[in-house]
């Protein structure tokens, strides 16, 4: 069974289409990620399928079950991760998770084993006790993954989990998600972290302006929507241009950024070959691989969106 199915899906308020007739499918025990620019529509489509929004138009399912008719059903098998930190302040980190579980109707003599277990996970035993205002933010994130976790939900919805995180940090919470992935938890999140969604989705939409532009694993969108490999030369000397663009035409397409040139190439060592018969710092000259950053940024533009 598909974990969430979307067909036509819109939502307006008032003459503001902000979701306007989308289609996808997450299957089970895989992670689904929503991909756009602000203003795009994936926190939205986020809302609709967390039953905290009902759509406007079309269908959406979750669990088999229409949203607009069983809504506390899909709520009690599904956790939910926000993008903004409300965990209570005045209560310690396993109150956080016991207090959570009463919602949800399960007793103090299941919830405390279940709570502990999870901060085993998330790594958080030896702050069982410490008040939520004395831990790193990278703490805050994993707690409310571990409160999200606590009703064991089939459903794991994450806005934006490692926002403001440290590197390292990030890596511990993309671990443990993928732990909860192998577990059978299925997860749906939007990110603004195009090396997160690489690393972690099965699948991905990437959204502008309402619509889905694309979809696919982010390995198929990278070999259908960029080159294999892409050559940067940062801050070329002014003049060295000219002969830069006498390169143009052994690209797919060349990009000219304040810092750099970009040049797109299914052949990226004869690119590199030229670039360097010109007096430039070898330093300077970069090959890379094309990445879904890539196919983001072709799709919906380098413009900043407020």
Same mark, same amino acid.
């Given at each position: 069974?598909?974990?969430?199915? @979307?067909?036509?899906?819109?939502?307006?308020?008032? %003459?503001?289409?902000?979701?306007?007739?989308?289609?996808?499918?997450?299957?089970?025990?895989?992670?689904?990620?929503?991909?756009?620019?602000?203003?795009?529509? =994936? *926190?939205?489509?986020?809302?609709?399928?967390?039953?905290?929004?009902?759509? *406007? @138009?079309?269908?959406?399912?979750?669990?088999?079950?229409?949203?607009? &008719?069983?809504?506390?059903?899909?709520?009690?098998?599904?956790?939910?991760?926000?993008? /903004?930190?409300?965990?209570?302040?005045?209560?310690?980190?396993?109150?956080?998770? #016991?207090?959570? @579980?009463?919602?949800?109707?399960?007793?103090?003599?299941?919830?405390?084993?279940? $709570?502990? &277990?999870?901060?085993?996970?998330?790594?958080?035993?030896?702050?069982?006790?410490?008040?939520?205002?004395?831990?790193?933010?990278?703490?805050?994130?994993?707690?409310?993954?571990?409160? $999200? +976790?606590?009703?064991?939900?089939?459903?794991?919805? #994450?806005?934006?989990?490692?926002?403001?995180?440290?590197?390292?940090?990030?890596?511990?919470?993309?671990?443990?998600?993928?732990? +909860? =992935?192998?577990?059978?938890?299925? #997860?749906?999140?939007? *990110?603004?972290?195009?090396?997160?969604? $690489?690393?972690?989705?099965?699948?991905?939409?990437?959204?502008? /302006?309402? =619509?889905?532009?694309?979809?696919?694993?982010?390995?198929?969108?990278? $070999?259908?929507?960029? *080159?294999?490999?892409?050559? &940067?030369?940062?801050?070329?000397?002014?003049?060295?241009?000219? @002969?830069?663009?006498?390169?143009?035409?052994?690209?797919?397409?060349?990009?000219?950024?304040? %810092?750099?040139?970009?040049?797109?190439?299914?052949?990226?060592?004869?690119?590199?070959? =030229?670039?360097?018969?010109?007096?430039?710092?070898?330093?300077?000259?970069?090959?890379?691989?094309?990445?879904?950053?890539?196919?983001?940024?072709? +799709?919906?533009?380098?413009? +900043?969106? &407020?």
């Amino acid at each position: 069974m598909s974990a969430v199915v @979307a067909r036509g899906l819109a939502k307006r308020y008032d %003459d503001f289409e902000a979701v306007r007739g989308i289609d996808f499918t997450a299957e089970e025990r895989t992670c689904f990620g929503f991909l756009g620019p602000n203003g795009a529509g =994936k *926190t939205t489509t986020m809302r609709m399928i967390s039953c905290i929004s009902p759509p *406007t @138009a079309g269908t959406l399912e979750v669990l088999g079950m229409p949203v607009t &008719e069983r809504p506390r059903q899909i709520k009690a098998r599904m956790g939910i991760v926000p993008q /903004e930190n409300n965990l209570d302040e005045e209560v310690s980190v396993i109150e956080n998770l #016991l207090i959570y @579980a009463r919602y949800f109707g399960i007793r103090k003599a299941s919830a405390e084993p279940r $709570a502990d &277990e999870l901060l085993e996970f998330v790594q958080l035993a030896d702050k069982r006790e410490w008040k939520v205002p004395k831990l790193s933010g990278g703490m805050k994130r994993r707690l409310l993954i571990a409160r $999200a +976790l606590m009703n064991e939900p089939e459903i794991l919805i #994450l806005d934006e989990p490692t926002t403001g995180l440290d590197p390292q940090a990030r890596h511990l919470v993309w671990e443990k998600l993928r732990t +909860l =992935k192998r577990g059978g938890v299925t #997860l749906i999140i939007t *990110t603004h972290y195009m090396e997160e969604a $690489a690393q972690l989705c099965d699948r991905v939409v990437i959204m502008h /302006e309402g =619509k889905i532009l694309v979809q696919g694993s982010p390995r198929e969108l990278v $070999a259908a929507h960029t *080159t294999r490999q892409v050559v &940067e030369v940062f801050e070329p000397p002014e003049e060295l241009q000219a @002969a830069l663009t006498s390169f143009d035409g052994l690209a797919r397409h060349v990009e000219r950024l304040a %810092d750099r040139w970009l040049f797109y190439t299914d052949d990226g060592d004869e690119m590199l070959g =030229k670039v360097r018969t010109l007096p430039i710092d070898p330093g300077s000259i970069w090959l890379r691989g094309g990445t879904l950053e890539d196919v983001f940024l072709a +799709l919906t533009g380098r413009r +900043l969106v &407020e």
